[in-house]
C-alpha cells in the first residue's frame, strides 16, 4: 500500500507519542520504508486537534506501561490512542480515531484494514466536489478482538502469570505483538496443567493450591481492566 500511496504522489508518516529516539530505533529495527516520527509532547496531535482534524484520545501511562521494558519510557503528556487521517493541501480524504472500550482491549484492536483506508482515499480523491471527510465510525477491521476477559488471561500469561505484563517494545528488534501467539500458548498449557492437576492429584490438594493462586489472578485481571481504557462508544 505504501508503494501505491508514494506511487500516486503521496507519502506516509507514522507518527507516535514514543521520543524520536525510540521511534527511530524502531524504524531501523523492523525495517519499516515509511519515516516514525515521536512526538512525546504531543505536539503534532494538538495542531491536529486544534484545526478540528482529530481528536486522538490520551491514556495516561502508568507502572503497567513501563514495567519491565529494557528502555527508558518518557510520555511527559501520556500516550494518544491511534488514530488515521489522510489528507491533500486543500482537503482531508479519511479520518478515523480509536474509542478505547473492552470490546477493542482499550485501543489495542479494532484498527481499519490498510486496503480499507487506501481505498477511502481513492475513493475520496476520485471524488473531486466533495468536502472534507467525517469521521469513519464504523470501518472494516484487521479481524475481531477477543472478549476482553481473554485478552486479560493474556497479558497475565505474558507476566508468567504473576502479574499482567503488556505488550510493549522491549527495543529488542522484535515487533511485540509477535509474541501473542506464544503466550496464547503458553495460557492454553498453564490452563491444561490445571486440569490435569484435577484429574491426576488429590482433588483436594489442587483445591488448595488454586485457593491460594486465585487471588492473584483476581488482582492482575482487575489491574487490567482498570487500567485499560473502558470508554463507551457513542
Known amino acids: 500500500m505504501v508503494d501505491a500511496i508514494r506511487a500516486a504522489g503521496g507519502e506516509v508518516y507514522a507518527v507516535t507519542s514514543e521520543p524520536q529516539a525510540l521511534a527511530s530505533r524502531a524504524q531501523d529495527e523492523w525495517e519499516l520504508s515509511i519515516e516514525c516520527v515521536g512526538d512525546p509532547h504531543q505536539e503534532i496531535a494538538e495542531a491536529a486537534r486544534q484545526q478540528g482534524m482529530l481528536d486522538l484520545r490520551t491514556s495516561e501511562v502508568g507502572e503497567f506501561i513501563t514495567r519491565d521494558t529494557t528502555w527508558g519510557v518518557s510520555h511527559p503528556k501520556g500516550f494518544y490512542q491511534p488514530g488515521v487521517l489522510a489528507l491533500t493541501s486543500e482537503r482531508l480524504l479519511y479520518r478515523w480515531q480509536s474509542i478505547p472500550n473492552r470490546k477493542n482491549m482499550g ?59 503488556a ?38 490438594w489442587v483445591g488448595f493450591v488454586l485457593a491460594l493462586y486465585m487471588p492473584i489472578a483476581i488482582l492482575g485481571v482487575r489491574k487490567v481492566y482498570l487500567t485499560f481504557a473502558v470508554e463507551v462508544p457513542e
Not at 484498527?111 to 470501518?139: C, H
Not at 529488542?172 to 503458553?186: E, I, K, S, T
Open 107 to 165: 485501543g489495542a484492536g479494532g484498527r481499519p484494514t490498510e486496503d480499507y483506508v487506501w481505498q477511502k482515499v481513492q475513493d475520496a480523491l476520485a471524488d473531486t466536489s466533495a468536502t472534507d471527510a467525517g469521521l469513519d465510525e464504523a470501518p472494516i477491521t484487521a479481524g475481531k478482538a477477543p472478549p476482553f476477559f481473554l485478552f486479560s488471561l493474556m497479558l497475565m500469561a505474558h507476566g508468567w502469570f504473576i502479574r499482567p505484563k
Open 167 to 204: 505488550f510493549t517494545y522491549q527495543a529488542d528488534g522484535v515487533n511485540p505483538m509477535q509474541r501473542f501467539p506464544w503466550v496464547l500458548m503458553r495460557l492454553v498449557a498453564f490452563l491444561g496443567c490445571w486440569m490435569m492437576a484435577f484429574v491426576l492429584l488429590p482433588t483436594a
